[in-house]
């Protein structure tokens, strides 16, 4: 069975201090990793999608990273507009061709 | 372009009684799922839909709960009778055919609590 686990589970940054979030995951088969975003109330929004070890994804403050093992989400100077929880998913071979395993999520604040 | 949208943002109702949640995708997205959010857990796949067959319903809990979407536009989930333990966050996400394993999209999600 696919397992996630991301940690910290929450964080608190001041304004313009850059931090990493960390997606530990085992999965038969890598056919996706994601990360998304979540506001209070609101569905998971999506960033990125990486497919295999050495991939890199970047938007605005935010560097996705990937190895075998786990995925990096780094957030560059951050701003308290980027507080919010961000979601690590993967996607593998086994059960259902579409199913996705989600972890808990870290909660990010940014202080400002 | 409509996101995805689902009906009602919030139910609350007593054990035993029925609740039926709605999910409208993304105009066009053959692909739709939906997935439960238990408080303090993360977010679980309840079963995929493509189209209006189900291709995948490993992650439905037990038979209290039924999936349809009738002509492949909106869904509904309908839990009868509700236990306490099915409170949570119900979210739907559509993705088009192809996507192959690109994103999906998400509703806002129904908050339902059991009482």
């Known amino acids: 069975e696919d397992q996630v686990t991301q940690s910290p589970e929450a964080l608190r940054l001041q304004e313009g201090e850059s931090s990493s979030l960390n997606c530990s995951y085992t999965?038969?088969?890598?056919?996706?990793l994601f990360w998304y975003r979540q506001d209070p109330g609101k569905g998971p929004e999506f960033l990125f999608t990486l497919y295999s070890a050495g991939e890199e994804k970047e938007k605005e403050r935010l560097k996705a990273t990937l190895t075998k093992k786990e995925s990096f989400l780094h957030i560059t100077a951050p701003k308290p507009e980027d507080s919010a929880t961000y979601l690590c998913?993967?996607?593998?071979?086994?059960?259902?061709?579409?199913?996705?395993?989600f972890g808990i999520g870290t909660k990010l604040q940014v202080i400002p | 372009e409509a996101g995805v949208t689902q009906f009602p943002s919030h139910s609350v109702i007593e054990k035993g009684q029925t609740v039926t949640l709605r999910c409208d995708p993304i105009s066009g997205h053959d692909n739709l799922y939906w997935y439960r959010r238990v408080m303090g857990k993360e977010i679980k796949f309840l079963l995929h839909f493509v189209k209006e067959s189900k291709q995948d319903e490993s992650g439905m809990p037990n038979n209290r709960f039924l999936a349809e979407r009738t002509g492949g536009t909106y869904s509904t989930l309908k839990v009868q009778p509700a236990e306490l333990e099915d409170s949570g966050v119900y979210f739907c996400?559509?993705?088009?055919?192809?996507?192959?394993?690109?994103?999906?999209?998400f509703g806002p999600g129904t908050r339902l609590t059991v009482l």
């Open positions: 999965v038969s088969g890598l056919r996706g």
């Open positions: 998913a993967v996607r593998g071979h086994s059960g259902g061709y579409q199913k996705v395993t």
């Open positions: 996400a559509s993705s088009p055919r192809l996507a192959g394993d690109n994103e999906q999209f």
